[in-house]
Each structure stands twice: as C-alpha cells, then as structure tokens.
C-alpha cells in the first residue's frame, strides 16, 4: 500500500515489512505487536492497524475491538488456516465488518476453486469474488465494476467477467427483499443496484467481499484499497448505524448527527511503555464541531468511562506512520476515525478505556448500554474480553554468572524485575504476573510467548531472566488410622521448666475434608488454653509437611484423647511442641500417600478436532468429564487433568489443532497419586524432601 501511494520508494520484498520494526518482529518475520499507518487512496485516507493473531490475538482483539472494519487475511498456497477462521469468527460476533483477501496468488499449482469451497465451509458464508483473475501464473486483476467518462458506475465488460458477475449480482440480490423481488422480476440489476446492494450487504454483514493479492509481486493490491474505500463502511456510517437503531428501538438519538454527537470520544487501542514512559494509541468515535461546521481539535481533559477519573491531556500528540511519530500541530482538527497517539498519560489508562470529555460523560453511558441492548456495536460499546491464558512458568533472576538467584523466589531485589513485567502487561494484554508462594509466576499463551516476553525484558530493561516451570501445590494424606500416640515435651533447666503431654489418634478423611482437629479430654486433665496450644502445633507440624515428600498433610482428623500438664512448668511452648511431636509420630507410623492437584479444563475447538483434544487429555493422564456443541459448528470438551500436565497443554494443543483452539483452566481438586515413577520422581525433586 505504501509503495503503490508513493509513500515509500523501495518495494519491499518477502519476509520485509516496514511495520515489524521491533527486534523480535524482524527475527521472526511476522507481527507481534499492532502497528499503525495512514495510507491516502483515491481521496480518502486508510487508518490502517496491522495486527498480529495466534499467540498475540488480545493485541488485535483490543486494535479490532477499536476498528469499524477488517480485511481477512487468506493464503492461496496455505489452505484454510486457523487464524483465519478465528479471526473471522470474531469479526462476525462483535460487528466488525470484512473484506477477505486471498494472498500469495502468484504461487504454482494453485486450487482456487477448491480453496473457495474450503473457504465456505469453513465459514458459514461463502465468499463473494469482485474480481477476476487475469492471466495464468497471476498477472493481474480485473474489476467486475468501472467507471464511465461521467463517473458512473457501470459493468466491466471484458473478457471472462461474465459468470463471476452473475455470481456476485445473485449474491447481492440474496441480501435484501427488494433487490430480490427486482432480481426475479428482471433476471437482472442495474450496476448501479449491485454496487450499493454489496455496500448495504458489507454494512449488514451478509456478504463476504472477496480480492485476489499478491504482496511479492505487488498484484491487486490498488485494487483492495479500491474495494477497503467503496465498500467498507466509513466512521460516520458506522455512528449512523448505531443511531439509526437506537431511534428504531425507541431509545432515544434521533436527529443526533453521527460522528459529532455528545462530542468527543476515544477507544484506547493500544498502549506502549518504554524508558520514556508511556504512549496510548486512541482511535477516535466522534467529535464535537464549530460553528463553521469543522470538528474539534484534541480537548484539554477527558474522563475514563472506566475508572471516572479525571485526565489532563498535554499540548504533544502525534500521528503514528509505522515506526514514526508525526507530531500533531495545535489545534489541528480530529476526525472521527482518527488513530492519534497521546503521550504519558496515567498509569490508571489502560487499552480499551473510552475517554470522553466530562459534559459527555451520562449521554456516552446511555448510549454504551443502548447499543449494547440493540446489539449494534461499536467502537464505542465493544466490552473488553478477558483472554484465556494458555500457559504459565515461573520467573527467576539470573546472576552474571548464568545461575538463578534466590532460587526462583521474590525478594527484595527484583522490584527491578516485578516493574519490568508490570511494565510489559499494560502493552500485551496476554501477560499476567502473580506472586504465589514466594514464586514469581508469568501467565501468558504460550513458551513461545512466553520466550518473547523474556527477550523483551532483556532487550528493553538489561534484566536476564530463566522461565521455569511453575511449582505444583502437591499434598499428603494419611495412609491409615493410628491410635493412642503421644507427644511429650519436657525441658528442665534450672527454675521453671516446660512440660506439656498430649495423646492423639489420626485417621484419613473423604476428599476436600480439610484439616479437622477434635478434643476429646475430659475431667480438666489438659485445660482449655493448652487444647487451643496442641491444636496450633497440630495444624502447623501438618502444614509443615509430611514424611513422604514435605508437602503439607490434608483430609486427615487428629483427636486430642490424653494428657498431662503441670502446675508449674506446663504453657503455651510445651504444648504446642507436644502436639507437633505427636504428629510426626503418628505420621511416620500412618504414611502417607501423594495427593496431586486437578485442574478442570475446558477445551474450545472445532467439532472435527474432538478426537485431538481428547488423545491429549488422555495421554497426560487426564480424563473427559463431559462435551456438548456450541454454535459455529464448535465442541466444548470438559476434562480433568493433573496440574502437573498444563504447561505442555498450550504447545500440544497448537501443534494438534493448528492453533485453532483454546482452553481455560480453574482448580477442581486432590487426588491420589497411583502411579510409583510418578510418586518416586515428585519426591525426588520435592524441595522440602532430604535423602
């Protein structure tokens, strides 16, 4: 696009891109992070995002989530591919306009029929060509519309558009009554019919506009831009939409203009944080106008719908032009649709905030939960979605010498380390840091992703770091009852001593029972103050951990049955020792067997991969719970799988299912451990076990 405008001179080859400018985007070839590009066409100006899918998707959901429209992406010589399913799939449940483009079309042997069929079924919609292909080996494409010396739309008439305009003509008169009704009446539309019928089509999302590409040889690619300009909705059409339905619904709107409205209002799309702080990429939904009819400039201060706090906004903005930053002058005019960039604003700014000026405030929450009731959204009133978290590692410093500092664990010394991940979550909506145990974990999608992260805490903050595998909470049980154990506790120094006895029995209790402590002491033999002492022993010698591998003991009941104390030398110590040295015994003499955690996981794929899904689950000694269809022709598979298992789950499942599926995990519950080379090797790696 930028080559055809003239905006750049050198045509860019395979595996370059102007866009992947970041040092992890240029290795990998392909885009990690959204990017932004103003591109003039035939006297109109694209904003366009490029975004990246698959492991980054929550970066191009929050640049979507901003957009009015989007062109798919297909690869001709690659086949149906998961991306761009998904990535449809989205478009079509949140309101996002498409256009699909079929790339690499330059390449040998190609089935583009067939892929076509593919495509439809894949979809649910077939796509709909406005194009021809010209020549063999793709030289080129031609139109199924022109232009007239008058401007008015008229029919291609060359050569081989015929069966691909009856095509399209057919498909546009599907779209409406009327055109039907003409359609049947006629055997035929008038250019002009079709031309608008495939604009109302694309608005209303019952038409897949399809263009033929190839980046390599710079082939159709004016005509996408062509196609992205007259048939794509534009911001204000987008705005009327939404109004036009609110009015229909009896919801008030009528007569508002579309595109100024309340005034101003913005969508946070995308944020970035570096040394210099922070930049927030806002695509701008409406703006306020002058009496001379010309929108606003950027205002002064604005509230976040979220947190409702007030924001000063300074006198630098800029226009984004891929890795440039083209600053605004003061006082130019925003347009709704608009992508600008405002530098350092508060942390409490977050990608998919909505800012609105403070008078706007109430007119923009009414108008938020009107379309949302209508089901007409947009910029204004997409909800934020939380992403499924595919995968987890724990996070460990490393030294100049290579070697882990702190042994995985949180200190004092790595707030270095804890600002620079918080720093990376506010731009990769896909990470996540928790601090559990004393361990520091990182959520995100993959060990790809995973991998991406540590180079970037690397490469932007000098800090090395080791990703690990994240510590299982792995407990004991008992193994059997015992009875009549005593724990005695006696110390004699000189002066007051301590002296504590308890007597215990110990017995296995049902799954998820807990911990469950009983006193049974009659006639004063141990007072109350001394049972509350053996109890806190109990439960901290369980916590403790067991003979068997050191994790702590659970599903057990100690009962307190004997005693002895003094007058004297008995207290609070002595008989929290004794509780303790009784535990130990009765434990070392029970045995305990290993509970592992379970995780509940709930796979989201297409029904043709359920046998996948379920070989996996199977193989990580898990098993299905349940399933059931939900719409789109996908399957959702309930299953239990050890804890131990989900960090390979992320990798086996894209690898199985070309990335086309998801899980999400929540904790189910203890189980016994059967298997001994499972048992023998926790135990071995315990770091509470001593040989």
């Known amino acids: 696009m930028l080559f055809d405008e003239n905006i750049i001179t050198k045509r860019p080859q395979a595996g370059e891109s102007v866009l992947d400018f970041d040092p992890a985007e240029s290795a990998r070839h392909s885009s990690v992070f959204s990017h932004f590009l103003r591109v003039p066409h035939a006297g109109r100006l694209l904003e366009v995002t490029d975004t990246p899918w698959g492991d980054f998707q929550s970066d191009a ?130 250019p002009e019919q079709v031309f608008q019928g495939l604009r109302d089509g694309v608005r209303q999302q019952k038409i897949l506009p399809l263009v033929y590409t190839s980046a390599e040889r710079n082939l159709g690619i004016p005509e996408l831009m062509d196609a992205i300009a007259a048939f794509l909705p534009n911001p204000v059409e987008i705005r009327e939409d939404a109004l036009k339905a609110a009015c229909e619904n009896e919801q008030g709107k009528c007569g508002m203009q579309p595109g100024v409205e309340a005034g101003f209002a913005a969508r946070v799309i995308h944020t970035t944080v570096d040394s210099f702080g922070s930049l927030s990429i806002l695509r701008v939904i409406s703006n306020g106008c002058n009496n001379e009819g010309k929108f606003d400039s950027i205002p002064s201060s604005v509230v976040n719908l979220r947190t409702r706090d007030t924001i000063k906004i300074g006198l630098t903005a800029f226009l984004l032009q891929g890795k440039d930053r083209v600053p605004m002058q003061s006082g130019c005019h925003v347009l ?185 002491i009659k006639g004063g033999v141990i007072s109350k103050p001394f049972i509350s002492s053996v109890e806190k022993g109990v439960r901290e010698q369980l916590h403790a951990g067991g003979p068997l591998a050191g994790y702590p003991v659970t599903d057990v009941k100690v009962t307190l049955i004997d005693g002895k104390m003094h007058s004297v030398d008995s207290n609070d110590f002595a008989f929290q020792s004794a509780g303790k040295l009784a535990v130990k015994t009765a434990l070392s003499k029970a045995g305990t067997c290993l509970l592992q955690p379970m995780e509940k996981v709930t796979f989201v794929a297409n029904k043709n991969l359920q046998g996948d899904i379920v070989g996996i689950v199977s193989r990580k000694d898990g098993y299905v719970t349940g399933s059931n269809t939900v719409d789109g022709g996908e399957i959702q598979i309930e299953a239990c799988l050890p804890s131990s298992s989900i960090p390979e789950i992320s990798d086996l499942l894209r690898v199985k299912t070309g990335g086309s599926s998801s899980f999400s995990t929540s904790f189910s519950h203890y189980q016994a451990v059967n298997d001994d080379f499972t048992i023998k090797s926790v135990v071995e790696q315990s770091p509470h076990h001593h040989a």
């Open 61 to 190: 959901s929050a640049a979507l989530d901003g957009s009015d429209s989007a062109v798919i992406v297909a690869s001709a010589s690659d086949g149906v591919q998961a991306g761009t399913l998904s990535s449809f799939k989205y478009c079509k449940e949140n309101g996002i306009k498409c256009i699909l483009a079929l790339t690499k079309m330059d390449r040998p042997f190609l089935d583009v029929d067939g892929l076509l069929n593919d495509l439809e079924a894949a979809l649910g919609m077939k796509p709909v060509p406005l194009q021809v292909v010209r020549g063999d080996g793709f030289t080129g494409v031609d139109s199924l519309f022109a232009f007239d010396s008058n401007g008015e739309i008229t029919r291609n008439e060359v050569e081989g558009t015929e069966e691909a305009w009856f095509e399209l003509e057919e498909a546009v008169a599907m779209t409406d009554d009327l055109l039907l009704t003409k359609y049947l009446d006629s055997s035929s539309l008038t």
């Open 336 to 520: 709704p649709g608009n992508v600008i960039a405002i530098p350092k604003l508060p942390e409490t700014v977050q990608t998919n905030d909505i800012l609105t000026i403070p008078e706007a405030v109430s007119e923009e929450v009414a108008e938020i939960s009107i379309e949302a009731s209508t089901h007409v959204l947009t910029p204004l009133s997409r909800p934020s979605k939380e992403m499924s978290l595919m995968f987890c590692a724990s996070v460990s410093l490393l030294d100049a010498n290579g070697g882990k500092k702190g042994k995985g664990k949180v200190n004092s010394g790595d707030d270095k380390l804890i600002s620079a991940l918080d720093a990376i979550s506010r731009e990769d909506l896909a990470v996540k840091l928790e601090q559990a145990g004393g361990n520091l974990l990182l959520h995100c999608m993959s060990s790809d992703h995973a991998n991406l992260v540590a180079a970037r805490v690397k490469d932007r903050y000098g800090i090395d770091i080791e990703l690990g595998v994240p510590p299982v909470q792995y407990k004991e049980t008992p193994q059997k009852q015992v009875s009549n154990i005593e724990g005695r506790h006696k110390k004699q120094s000189g002066g007051s001593g301590q002296f504590g006895v308890c007597v215990i029995n110990i017995e296995p209790l049902e799954e998820a029972a807990g911990v469950v402590f009983e006193s049974r």
